[in-house]
């Protein structure tokens, strides 16, 4: 009696589950890679995990308080808040994969295999004013690197380089995820020097 080939668990690839937030006149775009499992959310909107830093960042470099961007309690997000300061800003905010595979279930950029990157061409026509792009980790400047002609800056700085006949910035930053081994206020820092730099700091 032969015995039949067992099946072969298909990887499930996901789709962005956010739209890409492009307020109008957005100067800076950000990147990360894409969002965790939907059961880690505490906001439909980008960095939505509770034990991610990035609004704690935010609330530290613009007013010097990392728990501006919380709700009353703390243990959530102020959501429009956070929408409402970014499109003030001209901050724009997308991720670098647009179709993954988590090669195991859960949120490291480590397991995270990119199917479909973001369409760089198609993004940038959206954003005319946008003069620099920052990414937020290892997987998302990997991810940038592959779609332009640039060197890759280090953690912290910025390189130069060109896309569609425009010039533009492109800032490393540090990884928002507790599990990028710096403390807060050192990842703060460098934000803060890249927002002065581009003259968006009070």
Same mark, same amino acid.
């Given at each position: 009696m032969s015995m039949q080939p067992m099946d072969?668990?298909? =990887?499930?690839?996901?789709?962005? =589950?956010?739209? =890409?937030f492009f307020p109008e006149g957005a100067r800076v775009l950000m990147l990360g890679s894409f969002p965790p499992k939907r059961e880690r959310w505490k906001m439909e909107f980008y960095y939505p995990n509770f034990q991610n830093d990035m609004w704690r960042i935010f609330g530290e470099v613009f007013f010097r308080d990392k728990d501006y961007f919380l709700a009353p309690g703390g243990k959530a997000f102020r959501e429009e808040a956070i929408r409402d300061f970014l499109t003030a800003k001209?901050?724009?905010?997308?991720?670098?994969?647009y179709k993954v595979i988590r090669l195991k279930d859960n949120a490291s950029d480590k397991f995270l295999e990119i199917v479909e990157p973001i369409?760089?061409?198609?993004?940038?026509r959206l954003l005319p004013a946008c003069e620099a792009i920052v990414t937020t980790g290892q997987k998302a400047t990997d991810t940038l690197l592959s779609l332009i002609s640039a060197e890759a800056p280090k953690v912290g700085t910025c390189t130069c380089f060109e896309y569609d006949g425009r010039q533009m910035r492109f800032y490393r930053m540090p990884s928002s995820s507790?599990?990028?081994?710096?403390?807060?206020?050192?990842?703060?820092?460098?934000?803060?020097?890249?927002?002065?730099?581009?003259g968006m700091l009070p």
């Open positions: 072969r668990q298909q =990887p499930v690839v996901e789709n962005h =589950p956010l739209k =890409p001209g901050i724009a905010l997308s991720d670098t994969g369409d760089l061409h198609r993004t940038l507790r599990a990028y081994p710096k403390p807060l206020v050192e990842k703060a820092e460098d934000y803060r020097r890249m927002f002065a730099a581009l």
